[in-house]
T-cell receptor, first 114, second 113 residues
Framework: EPEVTQTPSHQVTQMGQEVILRCVPI?????FYWYRQILGQKVEFLVS????????KSEIFDDQFSVERPDGSNFTLKIRSTKLEDSAMYFC????????????FGQGTRLTVV | QKEVEQDPGPLSVPEGAIVSLNCTYS??????FMWYRQYSRKGPELLMY????GNKEDGRFTAQVDKSSKYISLFIRDSQPSDSATYLC?????????????FGSGTRLQVQP
């Protein structure tokens, strides 16, 4: 069964450092998303990506965040200068068409900023 | 008022019980409704996707949508200890101006053997 894969599963970084979280969406999907979940809180939308550009973003997705699809399979989230409050689970998701079909999530990257 | 409200639980039931999980929402533009299961520190796993009002059944799971009341439910029949997880409702809609999902806070379910 096709699945969304994310690497690494856990990343520890020092405050102020840059991190890149990686995702391989399901191969025939066209829309890609990043969500985050702070421990004990709800899953929150960060950004969606379609046709090699950001299609929408939330107020959380500020200038320290960026996304990229560097090749035909990978989809990355970069956090430029990490803060303690960036510590969370980051989930990549993809959908076949727009956001109105089933969204499939990866297992997440647990980011710990120390 | 939160856009999507979900009782956080925990909900504890004996094995074999019927479980009812619910979400209410305030935005009438939501049209697409999903239920996810999430085990601790894992990604959300899609269980059910529904579009219209009414019921949809898949094995032991039934999803119910009542758009007039802005209320959705997930029923689990013959619950098993392996069903112990957090259940998330999520929704989206073309007229919300956002393709991404809006999630409830999740209900933690514990099925006791």
């Amino acid at each position: 069964e096709p699945e969304v894969t994310q690497t690494p599963s856990h990343q520890v970084t020092q405050m102020g450092q840059e991190v890149i979280l990686r995702c391989v969406p399901i191969s025939n999907h066209l829309y890609f998303y990043w969500y985050r979940q702070i421990l004990g809180q709800k899953v929150e939308f960060l950004v969606s990506f379609y046709n090699n550009e950001i299609s929408e973003k939330s107020e959380i997705f500020d200038d320290q965040f960026s996304v990229e699809r560097p090749d035909g399979s990978n989809f990355t989230l970069k956090i430029r200068s990490t803060k303690l409050e960036d510590s969370a689970m980051y989930f990549c998701a993809s959908t076949q068409q727009g956001g109105y079909t089933e969204a499939f999530f990866g297992q997440g990257t647990r980011l710990t900023v120390v | 008022q939160k856009e999507v409200e979900q009782d956080p639980g925990p909900l504890s039931v004996p094995e074999g019980a019927i479980v009812s999980l619910n979400c209410t929402y305030s935005n009438s533009a939501f049209q697409y409704f999903m239920w996810y299961r999430q085990y601790s520190r894992k990604g959300p796993e899609l269980l059910m996707y529904t579009y219209s009002s009414g019921n949809k059944e898949d094995g032991r799971f039934t999803a119910q949508v009542d758009k007039s009341s802005k209320y959705i439910s997930l029923f689990i029949r013959d619950s098993q200890p392996s069903d112990s997880a957090t259940y998330l409702c999520a929704m989206s809609g073309m007229d919300t101006g956002r393709r991404a999902l809006t999630f409830g806070s999740g209900t933690r379910l514990q099925v006791q053997p």
